[in-house]
């Protein structure tokens, strides 16, 4: 995994966006280490060979070769911004129309919203919700998005939830190369974010707190936003359930069919309960413990907290 500092750094040598076009660039952002050209002999420009007075005499042209380099850098640069990684071999040319189910039902699932994502993908109005379970294909579908919006010259940023609230604690470090507000302040208004496995995180009240700032952000401001999930929506709180199912803003894709197998929630423990779950109200005593396992307790408490 990449730090995100690294990223955000690339950042400043990206070109901003505006009206759906890259600025483009001037002269001197050109590498003066060219491959050798016919037209501008490897400067990167050439002037026009014409008589004193014409109106074109002594005009530096930007050479064709250039703007060839220019734009592979500028895709190289959106693409490693994009924090995708081995993810960006997905594209929408190179996956399964109709997914990897085992059954027919799960694969016409995957192949509606295999086309959803594909409209989705010309038009990113909105919120984009990918839901179902493990290995349904939800991740590879925001990949293939997200590769799409990059090859049109758009900043776009991929993320899993909880690496991403890894990536924040670790911002309050002294070692971090990244300041807490800066990567925030960027993960919030990105032109174009996805944040991938909804609901794996952890659930600590600071999580939950960061999560909520991010998501509620980007619903007001109306960002175009992919949020992939296997939790179902009852095993959100109130306030994420209500952004994401707001029919104006976000529209949401079941893919492939969702396993109902009980054993599915063997070991989960109800989201009312963890909340509750804090150092504060933690009894180091725990339940009918002798001496030297309260102290093994104790131990254990001073070392997490």
């Known amino acids: 995994m990449e730090p995100l500092g690294d990223i955000l750094r690339r950042i400043a040598t990206t070109r901003?966006?505006?009206?759906?076009?890259?600025?483009?660039?001037?002269?001197?952002?050109?590498?003066?280490?060219?491959?050798?050209?016919?037209?501008?002999?490897?400067?990167?420009?050439?002037?026009?060979?014409?008589?004193?007075?014409?109106?074109?005499?002594?005009q530096v042209i930007t050479c064709e070769c250039q703007e060839t380099k220019f734009k592979l850098e500028q895709s190289d640069n959106l693409l490693r911004y994009s924090n995708l990684g081995p993810l960006s071999r997905f594209t929408f040319d190179t996956i399964d129309t109709q997914g990897r189910s085992l059954t027919s039902e799960g694969r016409r699932k995957f192949s509606e919203a295999y086309q959803s994502s594909v409209k989705y993908s010309d038009n990113?109005?909105?919120?984009?919700?990918?839901?179902?379970?493990?290995?349904?294909?939800?991740?590879?579908?925001?990949a293939a998005i997200a590769n799409s919006w990059i090859?049109?010259?758009?900043l776009v940023f991929f993320v899993h939830v909880s690496d991403l609230v890894d990536h924040l604690r670790a911002t309050f470090s002294p070692a971090s190369d990244v300041s807490y507000s800066e990567l925030f302040e960027?993960?919030?208004?990105?032109?174009?974010?996805?944040?991938?496995?909804?609901?794996?995180q952890s659930t600590t009240s600071w999580a939950k707190e960061k999560l909520h700032q991010i998501i509620n952000h980007r619903y007001n401001a109306q960002l175009p936003?992919?949020?992939?999930?296997?939790?179902?929506?009852?095993?959100?709180d109130s306030f994420i359930a209500s952004r994401l199912n707001d029919q104006e803003l976000s529209h949401i894709l079941e893919v492939g069919i969702r396993d109902r197998n009980p054993v599915h929630n063997l070991g989960r423990i109800d989201s009312e309960m963890l909340s509750r779950m804090t150092f504060e109200t933690f009894d180091v005593r725990g339940n009918n413990s002798n001496k030297t396992q309260s102290s093994s307790i104790e131990g254990a408490y001073a070392a997490a907290k």
């Open 16 to 58: 901003k966006i505006s009206g759906g076009e890259l600025h483009p660039r001037t002269s001197s952002d050109f590498d003066e280490t060219v491959d050798s050209c016919e037209v501008c002999k490897g400067r990167g420009w050439y002037t026009i060979d014409t008589l004193v007075g014409h109106p074109e005499f002594g």
């Open 124 to 142: 990113p109005k909105g919120w984009l919700v990918l839901a179902g379970s493990n290995g349904s294909g939800k991740t590879i579908l925001a």
């Open 151 to 154: 090859n049109k010259g758009y």
């Open 186 to 200: 960027q993960v919030k208004n990105t032109p174009f974010l996805i944040l991938d496995g909804l609901g794996s």
């Open 225 to 236: 936003t992919v949020i992939t999930t296997d939790s179902e929506f009852s095993e959100f």
